[in-house]
């Protein structure tokens, strides 16, 4: 009887060791799996950082553009609100480069 108990306790040892091993080799798994899919999400929000930031330069032209437009109409406003005789003698027709 004592034989067949440790024949059996050795068989369960070595049962226990496989699904250890089998256990272990499963969590390996997941983590690499979980690891995997972190690794999707991370590629994920960099292309949504590239884009926000194509976007971001893309307001940043038109905002440049729009300012560009806005200072050009200024000049305009303020050539055409010149006395008249400013306008008729062309006198400060041009603004200096430092302005």
């Known amino acids: 009887l004592q034989k067949l108990e440790e024949k059996r306790s050795a068989e369960l040892e070595e049962k226990l060791k496989e699904f250890e091993a089998k256990e272990d080799m499963l969590n390996t798994k997941i983590l690499d799996l979980e690891k995997a ?4 999400k991370i590629s994920d929000l960099e292309k949504e950082r590239v884009e926000a930031k194509e976007e971001s330069m893309r307001w940043e ?3 440049r553009n729009l300012k560009g437009e806005i200072s050009d109409l200024k000049e305009q406003l303020r050539l055409a609100n010149r006395p008249l005789w400013k306008k008729l003698f062309n006198i400060d027709g041009e603004r200096k480069p430092s302005e």
Request: aromatic share 0%; proline share 0%; net charge negative.
């Open 37 to 40: 899919g972190m690794e999707r």
């Open 61 to 63: 032209g038109e905002l």
